[in-house]
């Protein structure tokens, strides 16, 4: 039988507590999992399985939050009355708080 070690990791209890009872309908217990897991990773020289985050989901993310942040902008601007100004005027506003920030010796 070849020599064992012992190997100590941290983990959410909850995180564990699901994996022990997903394990254990498997037959086994949570380091028998892991040692397959080892096993597969060593035979296969990558982990054993895809790591990646879902592009679609993240895209609806992405998606949902920049709809949500144009809206709460919209907002804003009808409350500020800013809403009906034009390119030429928000130009001439951010110029003048540029250079109210610079008078001040803030910077750009």
């Known amino acids: 039988m070849a020599e ?4 100590s990791i941290r983990m959410d209890r909850a995180l564990k507590d699901e994996a022990d009872q997903i ?15 080892v096993r ?3 035979r296969q020289k990558k982990i054993p399985f895809e790591v ?7 895209k609806e993310v992405s998606l949902l939050d920049a709809m949500t942040a144009t809206e ?8 500020n ?8 005027e928000i130009d001439a506003e951010i110029a003048a708080a540029r250079a109210e920030r610079k008078a001040r010796g803030l910077g750009i």
């Open 4 to 7: 064992t070690t012992n190997l």
């Open 23 to 37: 394990f254990n309908a498997l037959g086994m217990n949570l380091t028998t999992a892991i040692t397959v897991f």
């Open 40 to 42: 597969q990773a060593v």
């Open 52 to 58: 990646a985050i879902n592009a679609d989901e993240r």
């Open 72 to 79: 709460r902008i919209w907002q804003l601007s009808v409350q």
């Open 81 to 88: 009355g800013t809403d009906k100004m034009t390119p030429e």
